[in-house]
């Protein structure tokens, strides 16, 4: 083999990585889709599922648009720099010169997100960075079903997956970011830039959408809303774990002419272990829910993803027991803030705050803790609780809960935020689709007769007049 073969072989197994690693990352789509829509009610499974299918095409866009330009400009700002782009002069420092590069290319018109035989890199990290974007927002989906209007998430996932987020991960999970180069801040499995901020930002809608019609009784008591399909929610989580393999697959950074495996943050590490850890926080994930929940199949399940997210921020680093131990507590803990939310008012209808939200704050905190003192070069701070502790509360309060609110609340002011009580009670599928996910069974509109007057569709057979048919 001559070397100009041995070195493009080095290139092409770091894009087919990248490629099929992001490939893989669709399957949390697919298992968000099917766990939201068997969480929901019959009369709203075809809403909720295409409400979260064009998740992928708005975050999908923006990401392409502006929010890739976002995490490859922001890293400086406010503390170490500014805002990079076309105005920025490469020769200010050494650094701006080693960052302006991928500004470059991160620019929607930049030749290397096209067809370019010269770059064979930059399209693949577009493709797994625009699907952690769509993870983030997809985050959101879950906790809003059967009230809020498709239009309205739209908008919350474009500002959440297309720029609070990625304005986090400048921040906090880029080389150049300041968390990381002035706090020592380490998160390499995203568990507060992805987790902490989709979860918090999801809370502070949550307090401009209400509660779903029925559920708080008169005396402000909640009840139980149960999914129409929990197998098909149990499906959609086992899903999401896979692909949650291929997401954390592909924080690993492994480029040509590279002798080992790194993190975004340049620090040692392997696949192999991931692969270990992932596991393992996966089986005490689901044990810890198990045990706390006292066997609630919802919350069990849930438990599997809380027990990863839990142990995120240090996977890379941490011994297996110590992976054993805190994605258990991350995990035992998660049904008893999502039983506390919900006395507080809050209808989270998946549990999104208490999963992600907390786990995430919880598992981005407690590397401060059982990886203190790891060194992560020179220069940069070793790791340490005060960082942790700073970058993970910025992420949760300044790019979570706050957009989250603040566009929430703008929406709710022009009535943009909330389907009418009718349109609720009816279901979303015939108010905002005018089909029926299952028209062949007695549904809703079958009882209520709801469905009459949807004259530009086809009336819908119910089973009694199949029978004759």
Request: net charge negative.
């Amino acid at each position: 083999m001559s070397p100009e073969a041995q070195e493009f072989l080095g290139t092409f197994v770091s894009e087919s990585f990248y490629y099929w690693a992001s490939v893989f990352m669709l399957l949390i789509h697919a298992g968000f889709l099917a766990y939201e829509g068997g969480a929901s009610r019959t009369k709203n499974v075809l809403a909720t599922m295409v409400k979260n299918l064009l998740t992928l095409a708005s975050v999908g866009l923006a990401f392409f648009f502006f929010g890739w330009w976002v995490y490859n400009a922001f890293p400086f700002f406010p503390i170490t720099g500014g805002i990079m782009g076309p105005w920025t002069n490469p020769e200010a420092s050494e650094t701006v010169a080693a960052a302006m590069p991928l500004v470059e290319a991160s620019y929607p018109w930049s030749p290397a997100l096209g067809p370019n035989t010269a770059d064979h890199l930059t399209g693949v990290f577009f493709f797994a960075f625009a699907l952690f974007a769509m993870t983030t927002a997809s985050i959101l989906s879950g906790a809003l079903i059967e009230r809020v209007k498709v239009g309205a998430y739209l908008i919350m996932s474009i500002v959440l997956g297309g720029f609070t987020w990625v304005v986090a991960a400048a921040w906090g999970w880029n080389p150049f970011g300041w968390f990381f180069t002035e706090l020592g801040y380490h998160d390499f499995g995203c568990s507060a830039v992805v987790h902490g901020v989709s979860g918090f930002f999801t809370l502070g809608v949550l307090l401009n959408l209400g509660p779903r019609i029925g559920k708080y009784d008169a005396n402000g008591k909640p009840r139980p809303i149960l999914p129409h399909n929990l197998p098909l929610t149990m499906v959609g989580l086992m899903l999401i774990f896979v692909g949650f393999y291929a997401f954390l697959a592909a924080c690993l950074i492994f480029l040509p002419g590279y002798d080992g495996e790194f993190t975004i943050y340049a620090t040692p590490m392997t696949l192999a272990s991931v692969g270990v850890n992932t596991t393992l926080a996966l089986a005490a994930g689901l044990i810890g829910a198990y045990i706390s929940s006292k066997s609630d199949p919802f919350f069990t399940i849930s438990g599997g993803l809380a027990g990863i997210i839990s142990v995120g921020a240090g996977m890379d680093l941490y011994h297996p027991s110590v992976v054993i131990v805190l994605a258990f507590i991350g995990a035992f803990l998660m049904p008893k803030v999502i039983i506390a939310i919900e006395k507080f008012g809050i209808d989270d209808a998946v549990g999104a705050v208490g999963v992600h939200g907390f786990c995430g704050l919880f598992g981005s905190i407690v590397t401060g803790i059982a990886a203190a003192g790891f060194p992560q070069g020179d220069g940069i701070p070793n790791i340490n609780f005060l960082g942790q502790l700073t970058g993970a509360l910025i992420c949760v309060v300044l790019l979570g809960f706050i957009p989250g609110y603040g566009v929430s609340w703008l929406l709710k002011k022009f009535n943009l935020l909330r389907v009418s009580a009718d349109e609720e009670i009816a279901g979303l599928d015939i108010a905002d689709m005018g089909a029926e996910g299952y028209p062949e069974y007695a549904t809703m509109s079958f009882v209520t007769g709801s469905s009459k007057g949807k004259s530009a569709q086809p009336a819908s057979m119910n089973s009694p007049e199949l029978a004759t048919e």
